[in-house]
């Protein structure tokens, strides 16, 4: 079973909005040095639709050099099936078996009919044992929710491919149920505050954006959340967890994790966003700094 604390990282763009690899392979370096068991580039946070294809491929290219590839799990999943098989091949040439894939999502209210033929005809083509998918259901950005229906249908047709699911909805309720009924099928946690009640259900972990910057006490509450005798220690991790995504919360969120992201490096490149978003202003960088140092957080002054 896929299992672990995995980020979504951020992805840093230079002033032409092109990709900056460099200083992505440092942040996923230092995210494994975190305690990242790996590192799920090209999500939500890491505005993988604003990528072409081409820079998506590079992105990867230039994470697995960085951490190697068995570290990592990235989205593979986009509107046109031809793309989702061309970037998940292009994953496995590099040697990452584990990739994250979106539904196709431009068309809204489609049936499970519908996405079970999208997702199989996407594993059928591929046709390589190596793959392991894990589903993603963040149906308040995509629109297409994943339903527990169509995941039975998936996991009977394609037992050893599709393993696991990141859920971002936010309902503790729905990962519960499918830990119920899907016997060992990975479910991770998209939002953070639940990873700590999740892995009390039989969670696999997460995988989240506020790993940024706390990767290190999400692996604290992933690996000794059963542990008595680490009471004290697993809730003030989930205090400072809870503090960092209540303060990306507080601002839009991923504008926000980059700023925060900057502040950790001391770069500014990670300030910037591709349109259609928007980075922090100056007043709210400012701000942004003076409250991630009343919660504790090293800060570094940003340079170009």
Same mark, same amino acid.
């Given at each position: 079973?896929?299992? &672990?604390?995995? #980020? *979504?990282?951020?992805?840093?763009?230079? %002033?032409d909005l092109s990709p900056d690899l460099a200083a992505l392979a440092d942040?996923? =370096?230092?995210?494994? @040095?975190?305690? #990242?068991?790996?590192? %799920?580039?090209?999500?939500?946070? &890491?505005? *993988?639709n604003s990528f072409s294809l081409t820079e998506r491929k590079t992105i990867l290219e230039a994470a697995a050099g960085a951490v190697g590839a068995d570290r990592l799990m990235p989205g593979t999943g986009v509107n046109a099936l031809p793309e989702t098989v061309d970037l998940t091949r292009h994953a496995l040439s590099l040697g990452v078996t584990?990739?994250?894939?979106?539904?196709?999502?431009?068309? =809204? &209210?489609?049936?499970?009919?519908?996405?079970?033929?999208?997702?199989?005809h996407a594993i059928e083509t591929i046709g390589d044992t190596r793959l392991k998918v894990v589903l993603y259901h963040i149906p308040q950005v995509s629109g297409v929710p994943i339903s527990h229906d169509l995941i039975e249908r998936l996991v009977t047709a394609f037992p050893q491919t599709v393993? &696991?699911? =990141?859920?971002?909805?936010?309902?503790?309720?729905?990962?519960? *149920?499918?830990?119920?009924?899907?016997?060992?099928?990975?479910?991770?946690a998209g939002a953070d505050p639940l990873l700590l009640p999740l892995m009390g259900m039989g969670g696999a972990g997460c995988i989240t954006a506020t790993s940024n910057l706390v990767a290190d006490s999400l692996a604290t509450v992933f690996r000794h959340h059963a542990d008595p005798?680490?009471? $004290?220690?697993?809730?003030?991790?989930? $205090?400072?967890?809870?503090?960092?995504?209540?303060?990306?919360?507080s601002y839009t969120q991923i504008p926000a994790i980059k700023a925060m992201v900057a502040y950790r490096h001391g770069l500014a490149v990670w300030t910037r966003t591709r349109p259609p978003l928007v980075?922090?202003?100056?007043?709210?960088?400012?701000?942004?700094?003076?409250?991630?140092? $009343?919660?504790?957080?090293?800060?570094?002054?940003? @340079? *170009?």
């Amino acid at each position: 079973m896929i299992s &672990g604390v995995y #980020c *979504a990282s951020a992805t840093p763009v230079n %002033a032409d909005l092109s990709p900056d690899l460099a200083a992505l392979a440092d942040h996923a =370096k230092a995210l494994i @040095a975190d305690g #990242c068991d790996g590192v %799920a580039l090209l999500g939500t946070t &890491g505005e *993988a639709n604003s990528f072409s294809l081409t820079e998506r491929k590079t992105i990867l290219e230039a994470a697995a050099g960085a951490v190697g590839a068995d570290r990592l799990m990235p989205g593979t999943g986009v509107n046109a099936l031809p793309e989702t098989v061309d970037l998940t091949r292009h994953a496995l040439s590099l040697g990452v078996t584990r990739v994250v894939m979106l539904p196709p999502s431009y068309y =809204k &209210g489609v049936s499970d009919e519908g996405l079970f033929r999208a997702y199989a005809h996407a594993i059928e083509t591929i046709g390589d044992t190596r793959l392991k998918v894990v589903l993603y259901h963040i149906p308040q950005v995509s629109g297409v929710p994943i339903s527990h229906d169509l995941i039975e249908r998936l996991v009977t047709a394609f037992p050893q491919t599709v393993v &696991g699911i =990141k859920d971002s909805a936010g309902k503790i309720e729905n990962m519960t *149920a499918m830990i119920e009924r899907f016997p060992g099928f990975a479910v991770l946690a998209g939002a953070d505050p639940l990873l700590l009640p999740l892995m009390g259900m039989g969670g696999a972990g997460c995988i989240t954006a506020t790993s940024n910057l706390v990767a290190d006490s999400l692996a604290t509450v992933f690996r000794h959340h059963a542990d008595p005798d680490r009471t $004290a220690e697993i809730a003030a991790a989930q $205090a400072r967890i809870n503090a960092f995504r209540d303060l990306s919360n507080s601002y839009t969120q991923i504008p926000a994790i980059k700023a925060m992201v900057a502040y950790r490096h001391g770069l500014a490149v990670w300030t910037r966003t591709r349109p259609p978003l928007v980075g922090l202003t100056s007043a709210e960088l400012a701000q942004l700094k003076d409250r991630l140092t $009343a919660i504790g957080a090293s800060v570094k002054d940003l @340079a *170009a």
